[in-house]
C-alpha cells in the first residue's frame, strides 16, 4: 500500500515492508501466530502483540528474525482508513488474488 503510493507519486524510493490485511477471526488469527512464530517475528512498535488492537483498526508491526527472512518488516492490518472492509477489498482485487495468511 506504502509502496503502491510512492510509485503514484512518481517516488524512486520502495516500501521495504510487507503489508498485510486479514479477516480477524479465530481461525485466522491462529494461523496468523503460527506463521509469526516460524518467521521469528517480534512485535516491534505500539500497539503491543494483542489481537484486540487489530479489531479497533489499529495496524500491528513485525521484523522477523528467521534466517530466511531476517529483517523484513511485516505491516498487519484488518482495517484500512478509507476503504472498505477486507470482503470490499478481496472482491475488487485483480485475478490474480492476493494469498490468504
Not at 516460524?38 to 513485525?62: Q, T, Y
Amino acid at each position: 500500500m506504502g509502496g503502491q503510493a510512492c510509485v503514484f507519486y512518481g517516488a524512486a524510493e520502495f516500501s521495504r515492508d510487507c503489508d498485510i490485511v486479514i479477516v480477524a477471526d479465530k481461525q485466522n488469527l491462529n494461523r496468523l501466530t503460527t506463521a509469526l512464530e516460524e518467521l521469528n517475528a517480534e512485535c516491534i512498535a505500539v500497539p503491543p502483540m494483542e489481537w484486540s488492537h487489530l479489531d479497533r483498526g489499529h495496524a500491528m508491526h513485525f521484523r522477523c528474525k528467521h534466517p530466511d527472512a531476517v529483517g523484513i518488516r511485516i505491516d498487519l492490518m484488518t482495517k484500512m482508513r478509507g476503504c472498505g472492509d477486507f470482503e470490499t477489498l478481496w472482491n475488487n482485487v485483480p485475478p490474480f488474488k492476493m494469498l490468504m495468511v
